[in-house]
């Protein structure tokens, strides 16, 4: 599924990937064997026996991914399944549907990201407006006027964004630590800058944006943060608790602009829904409504994580335009593993690694190349 959370069934990561085999009365030595040669496969051996509620949604991916394999089925549909990966694990995942392949599955994948599956597609299915459109081949889809989101990562043009001059202080952090996850952070966030947070599942991206909203009690260190920040979640039905997209977005300030309402609305493609219940959108329609509700805010410190987890290019651009309105007067935070989102909207860029920032910098032509070494970096790890 596009949010693992929606098939689980139990509460402990072995238990979850044990479980259809239990169902199916597998004896205990071939569930054991199945889980070793899974763990191999996958490179999961840090899932195992793990509270679920813990895990990172990248996590929760992987360990779908591998439940979802326990049985040896001949097909396989993937829904959206690099949407919560961090790259290293979205070209683990690119290994094995090569792999799958080539011992004969079928494999079925819907996705508005495509790098990952470069020349290992045979056909592609187009549904637009309703109607079905079938390219016989890879190269077919690429010569198309659909916009197929770079096939190539790092040889995309990057637009660059200027440094503020002037900068004011919204949100600082201090010798910050939790647990085992933050490690002693020191990071300051400014007035119309836009800064991406980056680094693989784990790294603490979400820990660290939960210290800043007050979610998480920092273990030591200091938050200081200009009024209460508006925290977009990765996960949307965590969220949204209204009875139609208009209520939802009038729930935390009845005093919204009717007009106003339907000018953002719009902007991101989901007037059209104002009355209808949240829980009845699509995946990328509720990010989009979460981004509304964050526009119709009036939090100084706005973040976001993986707020494209779900668009297509069309809805990407869409939010990329209103971020970089709603940085005029506020600091935008982003966590994300997208790197065509990223390079389109930072002007900084923060990479954690266990819990720790080991790159700070300002996205330039001269830092360009730092950017896509520590993409590469990540696939290596």
Same mark, same amino acid.
């Given at each position: 599924?596009?949010?693992?959370?929606?098939?689980?069934?139990?509460?402990?990561?072995?238990?979850?990937?044990?479980?259809?085999?239990?169902?199916?009365?597998?004896?205990?030595?071939?569930?054991?064997?199945?889980?070793?040669?899974?763990?191999?496969?996958?490179?999961?051996?840090?899932?195992?026996?793990?509270?679920?509620?813990?895990?990172?949604?990248?996590?929760?991916?992987?360990?779908?991914?591998?439940?979802?394999?326990?049985?040896?089925? @001949?097909?396989? #549909?993937?829904?959206?399944?690099?949407?919560?990966?961090?790259?290293?694990?979205?070209?683990?995942?690119?290994?094995?549907? $090569?792999?799958?392949?080539?011992?004969?599955?079928?494999?079925?994948?819907?996705?508005?990201?495509?790098?990952?599956?470069?020349?290992?597609?045979?056909?592609?299915?187009?549904?637009?407006?309703?109607? #079905?459109?079938?390219? /016989? =081949?890879?190269?077919?889809?690429?010569?198309?006027?659909?916009?197929?989101?770079?096939?190539?990562?790092?040889?995309?043009? $990057?637009?660059? @964004?200027?440094?503020?001059?002037? &900068?004011?202080?919204?949100?600082?952090?201090?010798?910050?630590?939790?647990?085992?996850?933050?490690?002693?952070?020191?990071?300051?966030?400014?007035?119309?800058?836009? !800064?991406?947070?980056?680094?693989?599942?784990?790294?603490?991206?979400?820990?660290?944006?939960?210290?800043?909203?007050?979610?998480?009690?920092? /273990?030591?260190?200091?938050? !200081?943060?200009?009024?209460?920040?508006?925290?977009?979640?990765?996960?949307?039905?965590?969220? #949204?608790?209204?009875?139609?997209?208009?209520?939802?977005?009038?729930?935390?300030?009845?005093?919204?602009?009717? @007009?106003?309402?339907?000018?953002?609305?719009?902007?991101?493609?989901?007037?059209?829904?104002?009355?209808?219940?949240?829980? /009845?959108?699509?995946?990328?329609?509720?990010?989009?409504?979460?981004?509304?509700?964050?526009?119709?805010?009036?939090?100084?410190?706005?973040?976001?994580?993986?707020? !494209?987890?779900?668009?297509?290019? &069309?809805?990407?651009?869409?939010?990329?335009?209103?971020?970089?309105?709603?940085?005029?007067?506020?600091?935008?935070?982003?966590?994300?593993?997208?790197?065509?989102?990223?390079?389109?909207?930072?002007?900084?860029?923060?990479?954690?690694?266990?819990?720790?920032?080991?790159?700070?910098?300002?996205?330039? &032509?001269?830092?360009? @190349?730092? #950017?896509? =070494?520590?993409?590469?970096?990540?696939?290596?790890?």
């Amino acid at each position: 599924f596009q949010n693992p959370r929606s098939q689980f069934f139990t509460l402990n990561s072995t238990n979850e990937l044990v479980f259809a085999m239990e169902n199916y009365g597998f004896s205990r030595k071939e569930m054991e064997e199945k889980i070793d040669s899974l763990t191999e496969e996958l490179h999961i051996k840090n899932l195992i026996n793990r509270d679920i509620i813990s895990l990172s949604s990248g996590e929760r991916q992987l360990l779908a991914i591998a439940s979802a394999m326990v049985l040896g089925p @001949k097909i396989l #549909l993937f829904d959206e399944p690099s949407a919560n990966l961090d790259y290293r694990n979205i070209m683990e995942l690119r290994k094995l549907l $090569i792999r799958l392949k080539s011992m004969g599955k079928t494999i079925i994948i819907a996705d508005h990201r495509f790098f990952y599956l470069n020349c290992i597609v045979d056909r592609v299915f187009l549904i637009k407006d309703g109607k #079905l459109k079938i390219y /016989d =081949n890879e190269e077919a889809f690429k010569n198309s006027t659909y916009d197929t989101r770079s096939f190539e990562l790092f040889r995309m043009e $990057i637009p660059f @964004k200027a440094e503020c001059a002037e &900068k004011k202080k919204l949100a600082e952090v201090e010798n910050l630590r939790k647990g085992e996850i933050i490690k002693d952070i020191s990071l300051s966030f400014y007035e119309d800058e836009i !800064t991406t947070i980056i680094g693989a599942n784990g790294a603490g991206k979400t820990t660290l944006a939960k210290l800043l909203t007050g979610s998480y009690k920092a /273990d030591k260190g200091k938050i !200081t943060t200009e009024g209460m920040p508006f925290y977009v979640m990765q996960d949307a039905d965590y969220q #949204l608790f209204g009875t139609s997209v208009s209520n939802e977005v009038r729930l935390g300030n009845k005093k919204i602009d009717k @007009k106003r309402e339907e000018e953002v609305l719009s902007r991101l493609g989901i007037w059209k829904y104002h009355d209808t219940h949240p829980f /009845d959108l699509s995946g990328g329609e509720k990010q989009r409504l979460q981004i509304a509700m964050a526009a119709l805010s009036d939090a100084r410190v706005l973040i976001f994580d993986e707020p !494209t987890s779900g668009l297509d290019v &069309k809805s990407m651009n869409s939010s990329v335009s209103e971020m970089e309105g709603l940085a005029k007067g506020r600091a935008v935070i982003n966590i994300s593993h997208d790197y065509e989102f990223i390079i389109k909207i930072s002007h900084r860029i923060i990479y954690l690694e266990e819990g720790r920032v080991k790159e700070d910098f300002y996205l330039s &032509k001269e830092t360009a @190349k730092t #950017l896509d =070494n520590i993409f590469k970096k990540m696939e290596e790890v």
